[in-house]
């Protein structure tokens, strides 16, 4: 779906004019390209004193034959390990590093901070500081989104140090091009995953993906394709032909059903009858009226789509112990779910009620060592969102700190590191893939 605005707003003499009136310029964002290194650029990395992480960021950068920047020129990447600020009077340390640095920040640059969940910084005046980079980091990704850069913060618990790899794999490189102002927290490793194969690391693994033959499903597939793996790709039966056509051009199988149907989730059970590694409930509708024009109908047939199936599903799979050991659940929730939408009360109660259920089932599957995870879309350039008015279709692009829509291989990017079995510290997290939308925010 193209976005004329950018196209105009970035062309000759009119991004001279554009510069002068202050409008919104969305800069080209930088994506993932076969065989691209994770940083396409020097790293300039820092930490306050005290920080627990010296080590693993070390070795991290040394795994990804990262380039260090030295005390002058550009860098493509900025990581500040904050982990050290026990105290408000330490918050200087943020400013030290940066004032000095995020000058150098070039386009499509990333930044991200580590501190420690502050229920686990040991005292209340470490908690007050590690909470206070919330704010820092989400301030830091609007100055900085202007030039397509992100801003993220990632919380480690103290025992999840050697857990970092895959996030920051995923928050370093273009794979996170629409993912800013987030809040992740790693945990100990809920399975071991040995010997990944950072370029096919979902060789081998087998993955459902429901709503999968058009939109952001079939970006799902196609991702998580590229990256390895073994696929069953499922849609309601009036999607047939196109589901087929997905599922050739990735050799997959396919599940022609209705997950709302009430023998869905044995059906699926008895396809993935030899276990499967992780689930994506991706298949979801809007069904948007304000609630004093909402019959019940429309309400609860959006419900079960949206929410109910997926916990009957996940019930069934995991009551029939299909789900294999290091397995994971990916939901799609929404920003709706997240900032409410006139409109969508329906479908802002299903997506948040998705997020409910990440942060319930949680310790629930890291007790069988497996994760669930969601990722939170906000405006995705798709056929729903092209077919919208054109003043919030312009407000839902332009609204966020990168000034524009994403792209639906922006959420698979995001499902893919969520998939990854190198992300077996990462569970009951919802990140959103909004461009840092001030919906919400
Ligand atoms: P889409 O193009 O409508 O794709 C969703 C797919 O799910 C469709 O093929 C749809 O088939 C299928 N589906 C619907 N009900 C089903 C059922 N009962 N059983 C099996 N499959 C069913 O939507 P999308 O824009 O790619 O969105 C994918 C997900 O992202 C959804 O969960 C959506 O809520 C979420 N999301 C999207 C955006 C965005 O900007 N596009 C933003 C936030 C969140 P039908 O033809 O029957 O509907």
Redesign the pocket.
Known sequence: MSDRYSQVVNAPVVSTVAKQLGLPQPVELDRYKAGAPVVSGRVLSGAAPGGRLGRALSAFLDQVKAERAGTEGPAKALLFDATGIADSSELVELQRFFYPAVGRLQRSGRIVVLGTPPAEAGSPRAATAQRALEGFTRSLGKEVGGKGSTAQLVLVEPGAEDELASTLRFLLSPRSAYVSGQVVRIGPAVAAAPGIDWDQPLAGKLMLV??A?????EAIATTLRRDGAELVL???P??SADLKAVAQRLEAETIE????AEDAPAQIAERLSGGVDVVVH?????RDRTIAKMPEERWSSLME??LS?EERINDELLDRQLLRPNGRIVC?????GIAGNSGQTNYATS?AGVIGMVEAMAPELAKRKATINAV?????E????AAMPIAPREAGRRLSSLSQGGL?VD?AETIAWLASPASTGVNGNTVRVCGQNLLGA
Do not use: Y
């Open positions: 429901t709503g033959s058009r939109g952001i499903g499922l849609d309601v009036a999607l059903l209705d997950i709302t991706n298949a979801g509708v809007t789509i949206n199936s799609v929730s929404s920003m709706s997506k939170a879309p906000g405006f995705i798709t056929q729903m969102t639906p959420v």
